[in-house]
């Protein structure tokens, strides 16, 4: 009851905080209007005014779909020309708060985090905030959720912990191909590892390596995203090179992490064409 108690406490301390923060915006920063050909000395004139306090405050909420993440996209981005630090805080920590209580949406976020960073800042953001959050959600539920997590899910902990001991001798690799072909959710995995005791400096290391890909392909999808205004720039050849680009890199480790599977790891099931089937092991 104890650990129950200490769970909703943390959730509530860290939701708190990641609703005020979302609620107290700085001011935004002046839009500047796009001059014409005609009244373009009036516009002048408006651009030098202040902006209007009337406007409707925006209001920041975690996206659902394509159309709610390219809006928030865009009102990030248009934060960050002035609030860079107060975008980047509001970013780490709603990424944080995602990972760390395994609520699904990741995916989004590192969409989000190529359309406003960049691909190389963002991906070095995303790659550390999943493997810090991961590593959050670690400790919380070696502190919280054994129990718990033990009761609600026994046969697919029982079986995790099998694999496990019976991969000691290459465990860094086994949890590898575990990224990369997932027999379990990654929530779960970042949940029940501390109680199978996957030590906590390979969890932290295969999650790095292991999500690089996943979290490529979503950062490039968040670059073609912010800068793709119609179909016809979509299928550019400039575009189609970046996403075969993206495919090799995407399949060349989880092809080399699969060739040595079949060599030195014990896996009893292996996902084929996206379902799970029983293979034995003699």
Known sequence: MRSLVGLIAVVAAASLYLYSLSLYLPAAPRRRPHPTAEGSHAETAESEQPADSSEEPSRLKFPSDLEELRELAELLQFYKTEHTGYVLLLFCSAYLYKQSFAIPGSSFLNILA??????????????????????????????????????????????????????????????????????????????????????????????????????????????????????????????????????CMALLPGALIRRFSQKRLKLDVQPQNGLISEKKVQ
């Open 114 to 247: 190529g359309a406003i960073f960049g691909p190389y800042q963002g991906l070095l953001l995303a790659s550390a905030l999943t493997t810090v959050g991961s590593t959050m959600c670690y400790l919380l539920s070696k502190a919280f959720g054994k129990r718990y997590i033990i009761n609600l899910f026994p046969d697919k902990v029982s079986m995790l912990q099998r694999k496990v001991e019976e991969n000691q001798d290459c465990l860094f690799f086994f949890l590898l191909f575990l990224r990369f072909f997932p027999m379990t959710p990654n929530w779960f995995l970042n949940m029940s590892a501390p109680i199978v005791n996957i030590p906590i400096t390979f969890f932290f290391g295969s999650v790095f390596i292991g999500l690089l890909p996943y979290n490529f392909i979503c950062v490039q999808t968040g670059v073609m995203l912010s800068e793709v205004a119609s179909l016809d720039d979509l299928f550019s050849w400039v575009r189609l090179l970046q996403l075969l680009a993206i495919a």
